[in-house]
């Protein structure tokens, strides 16, 4: 079949509903637009061709004023939604144009307009919809290297805003944008060339919409929202008066549910950087990037899906207040200890509806039957969660409490107008309740009992005419009839109107039975109306109870939280950790939460560390592969973050000085759609740690300097070292991995520096991996005996051997780097170029002894110049590690 293009063709010679289509979609031109005719949604043109591949539909044509049709496809209205689901949750932007006229009371074309439009940011139902996480939308101005963000939920209401401008912004914004996670990213002309954007791409595969920069102006913000004009002209309004007008442009309603927009500086929580987020596994494994395995899947003991949503916002955003955290610990340990509370209140919350996202959809207009019915069925539960909460003692569990709404006469309400078994769909009818309106009952009774009416009546005018054969029928054109045949034409009753006459009978009509008639005809179709007219009336009241609604949920989240963080500690044996702002970090017999969890009980062999800013603040771990060096660094900034969201930990005992930034370097991974290699991309990491990190940072870092020669690895590891293990530059507490075993020689040189080692044991020529964390380092790396376990064939362990011995007994690259104890960095400096300048200053000295004409000296002469070059001998071969003492002889 031959379909029109569009491009082609003069837009005048359309059909007029051709034309009123493309008007329509002029207006929303990144969108598929779904144009409602009668009973289908139908897509035309180049939305026709995507939505059919897309959703597997047919492709018709539809004639539209020229010879080729318009390629076209559509689906039911009444079924729509789990396609328009499909479509925005693959990526795309759907427009739902509707007729706003009934098309037979029109005049001409039907009116119709957009009237909502969804996109992968601003969805709040469906079935790929996950509640226990929140499903953000972020706006980004960029201007100069300085960035605005802001980010919402339209489901739930969050909505908040910040500015990157100090340290490496680019970096930060991603880092931001990356702990969204966002659906849908909304950004200035400017953003797209910007730097920040490629690092983004890295991270996420996300839907970008770019906006005119005039919705990112000043005027824009003060429009959309209602702040003062100290705050209009900053980065993070713009992008915020960005959203907000993009969010009310697609939704076409205000968004009353929204909270006030919160500014915050991303210095008031722990810092946690894409990479971190990744390599500790936070909400989601590394490799699959599935919640089973992550540490919000170890911990989450939430009942309700608010609660859960609020556990992994705090896991990405850990607090670095200490009060803040007290105040979350005091509560969770009042929990902990009440056990009847915690167990009743766990009860009561179990099958809680979702209070936050039914305010967003009582606000944005998309609430159903059901949906109230879940409201209803979540406020009855608010007194008994009440009554239970009585007895807590902690202030800021109590003040939560005092938070809660119970709403009793919203919840009556509800329970009298809302059908129990009220449809999905408010215009299958049926949702409000018998007995709450009487012409709701009325109409109801005509629409189900007319037939009977019909009979009823019939029967009787039978009886009192004495017709025997009287009977009622109907068409379309008279409606309701009596017929009467010739033979009994005399014993019509008086009130019988003639309405038609026939060749073998007369029609007549009744008063009675006109009535009847307009009451069934037309009773269904008032009762949808008037159900619907009802229902809208209780949305309206329930905009009334919003804010209130929305303080109960928030509430109810966060009791949840701290309940299920109870719950954890009481169940899985886990500590109060004692927090303060010394720097020190010891925990004594330390769990991995998550490993803990996977493995058979008691199993998991637990470990401590001992770490202060002084000196002990950098260790330097070694020991073979699989032993458990990683596992046992993710352990401890996995217990820091849990310390910090206010949880217990899993440890016999724990104190943790604040720790502001958490920072991993783990693992190796090219970065092929960048062109940069395992090492390059390892050297960036490590460079925007030195960058952001500080004083009260944590740093895990493994095998650095791996992807690179030996020498070169081994001269990057030792400079890192330096650089943070010295105050004067770092100064952080950090745990180092490495198989370079000659760094271990730096503790002993190196203020602050210490060695640990991850035990192994040897039985019968094999290794037993002990996983315990012990002193001193270690020389070994039984990386032959790693191979084997691992089921490298026996030919290629056996040729190891023999290797490893030859080279061995020839010293052929297996002599050790000696770290002398007179090493320092120079001037401060780090001392990985240490090499290079001494080997300048040996060919200085070459030079000068080139330079030199023996003939012209005198005896004094050239033993004044021996003198001088013995001495600069005697200085460079003490700065190559030498004792220098061979030039005196």
Partial sequence: MNYLNLAEIERGKLT?????????????????????????????????LTASRELELVLTGRDCG?????????????????????????????????????????????????????????????????????????????????????AADLATGIFEATELIVGLPHHRLADEIVRYNPAEIVCNPGFITDKAYDLLTEHLNVTLTELPAVEFTAAAARRNLAIGADYEHDLKSRAAGALMGYLTDTQNTAIAHIEP?????????????????RHLELTETFRDRTRKGSLLWAVDRTRTAPGARLLRRWLEQPLIDLPQIRERQTAVTEFKERFIVRQELRETLQGLNDLERLGGKIALGSVNGRDLLALGATLAKIPAILQVLKPLEAEYARALAEQINPEIELADLLERAIDPEAPLAIKEGGVIRAGFNPDVDR????????????????????????????????????????????????????????????????????EELKNMEDTILGAEQKLLNLEHEIFNEIREQLLTYL???????????????????????????????????????????????????????????????????????????????????STYMRQVALIVILAQ?????????????????????????????????????????????????TPRSLLILDEIGRGTSTYDGLSIAWAVIEYIADRRSLGARSLFATHYHELTDLAAIMHGVFNSHVAVEERDNEIVFLHRIEPEGTDESYGIEVARLAGVPTGIITRAQE?????????????????????????????????????????????????TETTRLTPLDALNLLHELAQKARQLDTAKGGSGEGYNQ
């Fill in 16 to 48: 007029p509903m051709m034309q009123q289509y493309l008007e329509q979609k002029d207006l929303w031109p990144d969108c598929l637009l779904f144009f409602r005719l009668g009973d289908f949604y139908e897509l035309f043109f180049d939305d026709a």
């Fill in 66 to 150: 020229f010879s080729e049709r318009a390629p076209m496809c559509g689906v039911p209205y009444h079924a729509a939604e789990s396609y328009i689901n499909r479509l925005v949750g693959r990526g795309y932007k759907v427009a739902i144009c509707e007729q706003m006229e009934d098309p037979a009371a029109a005049k001409g074309i039907v009116r119709r307009e957009v009237i909502r439009v969804l996109t992968p940011g601003t969805q709040i139902d469906g079935a790929s919809y996950d509640e226990k996480r929140n499903h953000y939308i972020v706006a980004v101005y960029a201007e100069g290297g300085y960035y605005g963000l802001a």
């Fill in 261 to 277: 927009l919160r500014f915050y500086t991303i210095e008031t929580a722990m810092g946690i950087d894409a990479n971190a987020r």
């Fill in 443 to 510: 109409l109801r009774s005509a629409a189900a009992d007319g037939k009977d009416w019909i009979v009823a009546l019939e029967t009787r005018e039978r009886e009192q005419s004495g017709i025997r054969n009287l009977k009622i029928g109907y068409n379309r054109v008279f409606g309701f009839y009596f017929e009467v045949t010739k033979s009994n034409l005399a014993q019509v009753p008086e009130h019988f109107i003639r309405k038609q006459t026939l060749a073998n009978s007369e029609r007549y009509l009744t």
């Fill in 547 to 629: 804010p209130s609604l929305q303080q109960s949920a928030r509430a109810l989240a966060v009791l949840d939280t701290l309940a299920g963080l109870a719950e954890l500690a009481d169940r899985e044996n886990y500590c109060c950790p004692e927090l303060d702002y010394t720097g020190d970090l010891a925990i004594e017999a330390g769990r991995h939460p998550v490993l803990e969890k996977s493995m058979p009980a008691g199993s998991f062999v637990p470990n401590d560390i001992e770490m202060n800013l002084d000196e002990r603040r950098f260790m330097i771990l070694t020991g073979p592969n699989m032993a458990g060096k």
């Fill in 645 to 693: 969201i206010g949880s217990y930990v899993p440890a016999i005992t724990a104190r943790i000085g604040i720790v502001d930034k958490v920072f991993t370097r783990i693992g190796a991974s090219d970065d092929l759609s960048s062109g940069q290699s395992t090492f390059m991309v390892e050297m960036n990491e490590v460079a925007q740690i030195l960058h952001e990190a």
């Fill in 803 to 851: 290797l490893l011995e030859q080279l061995e007994n020839e010293h052929v690259g297996r002599e050790r780097l000696k770290i002398r104890r007179n090493a320092r960095p120079m001037n401060g400096q780090l001392d990985l170029f240490s090499s290079a300048i001494a080997s300048q200053e040996q060919e200085d000295l070459l030079a000068r002894l080139a330079a």
